[in-house]
Every structure is written in C-alpha cells, then in structure tokens.
C-alpha cells in the first residue's frame, strides 16, 4: 500500500524542500497522499521573501490503514498534532491508527453529517467547492486557526482522500501566510496524480451509488481530480466575497495578530 518513488520519510531539509517543490508523496505505508507543503517558497508580490518551513505542515488521505512501519515513519515526523477534518461517520468507521504515538488528535470534521449538506443537488466539484465557502467557511477557518496555535510542533491536515477539505484548509492557511496563489495551486493539483491507481479505484468502487456524486467519469471527477481550475475558480470566489484568504480568515475571528502567528509559524525569512 506505499506509493512508489518517494523520498525516505525524515529528509534533510534540502531534500524536504525539493520533494515538497515536487509534492511528492512520502513513502508512509498505507497512505498515498501523505506529503509536505515545504518547498514552496515564493511569497506574494510586495511581501517580505519568506519561504514555508520545513517539516512543519504536512497533509494527507486517511489514516486508518496505516500499517506497523507507516506507524513508525508517521512517528519519525515528529507530528504532534494531527486535524481530522472528517464526518463522524467516516471517523467510526475508518479510526486513524496513531495510538500510542504521542500525538494529539483534533476532530474537525467540515461537514457534520455522514453526507454533504444537500449532496442531492451537488454534481460538480466547483459546486461542493462552493458550499465549503459559502456554508462552512467558519469551519475552514477555525481549521486554520488550529495551524495558527500550533507553535513549532509539526501539523498534519488530512480527511479522507487530503484534497478537497484538506485542500481548502491548507489552500487558506498558506494564502494567510502570504504564500503566492499560483504555488498554492500547485501543491493543490498534485492530489490527482498521487491518488490514481489503487486508491482511486476502490474508492470509486465503494461510492457508486451515492447520491449525488453521479456516475461515471462525473463520479470520477469527484473522488480523484484535483484540477487548477477548480481550486482558481474557487479562490475567485473567495476574493469576491471577501477580498481573499485573509479576508476570509479575518471575517471568522482572526485578527491581524492571529494572521501575523500564521505566518509566522508557517514561513522563514529566505
């Protein structure tokens, strides 16, 4: 169940930031979308040049497989603190396998219910995009706000597949940090590419049928893409509505002192 050709799972920091350049995943047993957001080290036009640090945020599908060595090389990272943002349903169901390992585990599901609020009329990723912002951006951002909290322990985001809930969480908290749009796009896409194949289709498998998602290559859409385009018309969304990820952030209780630990916690100097 490891994904082939990534790097070993404690790196260098070098190392870490040309795999996180590349998102690729770790090789972490029983896990296929297991990675680091370091590398990506570009910041906004007109900020300070700042660099997103090593070892610090990780993200990932579920953790419910992982095996006795995933469990070890999950432990190696030194992750202290890990943000489920899975349904209730999806947690009795599939338990992450991190007993024992010291690590704190904050439950933080997006949705509440074991079915995307009105899935009957959701078909398109854009759409669940949509709802996430319009509907649930207080979860998204109290999500981040866990990040913001975390101090120099090492953070790992994940929900059951690590690209859509993750990918908006992850996608506000490094736009919070100053981190430029078309970087943050980039750690977004790779989410397709490291899922096909066994992943992919089991999960396929296992939701046809569910209502909502269609059928298909429209089912197939919804459980493995992770397209630019989807996560850009997503973010054009959250600049109308509220002047961008900080504005977001900011109109959910973050102050500017909140948004300075965030960037803070997530960035260096170069």
Not at 104 to 120: D, R, S
Not at 215 to 242: K, N
């Amino acid at each position: 169940m490891t994904h082939p050709e990534g790097p070993d799972p404690v790196t260098s920091t070098a190392e870490d930031a040309v795999f996180g350049t590349r998102n690729r995943p770790y090789p972490i047993e029983g896990t296929y979308n297991f990675r680091s957001t370091a590398g990506h080290s570009p910041t906004a036009a007109g900020t300070p040049a700042r660099a997103l640090r090593d070892g610090k945020l990780y993200r990932s599908d579920a953790l419910h497989a992982l095996t006795d060595a995933g469990r070890r090389q999950v432990s190696e990272l030194r992750i202290r603190l890990v943000i489920d943002l899975r349904d209730h349903t999806e947690l009795a169901s599939s338990p992450s396998r991190l007993y024992g390992l010291g690590i704190t585990t904050h439950h933080h599901p997006v949705f509440e219910q074991g079915n995307v609020p009105g899935a009957a009329a959701i078909t398109t990723l854009p759409e669940i995009y949509r709802l996430m912002i319009t509907r649930h951006a207080r979860r998204l951002a109290d999500a981040v706000r866990l990040i913001a909290d975390s101090g120099t322990d090492p953070v790992l985001v994940h929900c059951t597949a690590g690209k859509d809930r993750t990918g908006l969480v992850v996608a506000l908290a490094l736009l919070g940090a100053g981190i430029d749009r078309d970087h943050v796009i980039l750690d977004y896409t790779a989410s397709e590419e490291n899922l096909a194949g066994e992943w992919a289709e089991t999960m396929i498998t296992a939701m046809a049928g569910h209502p909502g998602l269609g059928t298909g290559e429209e089912l197939r859409q919804i459980i493995t893409a992770s397209p630019a385009t989807v996560l850009a018309t997503t973010l054009d969304l959250v600049d109308e509505l509220y002047g961008g990820a900080a504005g977001l952030l900011k109109a959910h209780g973050f102050s500017d002192a909140d948004l300075a630990r965030l960037t803070d916690v997530l960035t260096t100097t170069r």
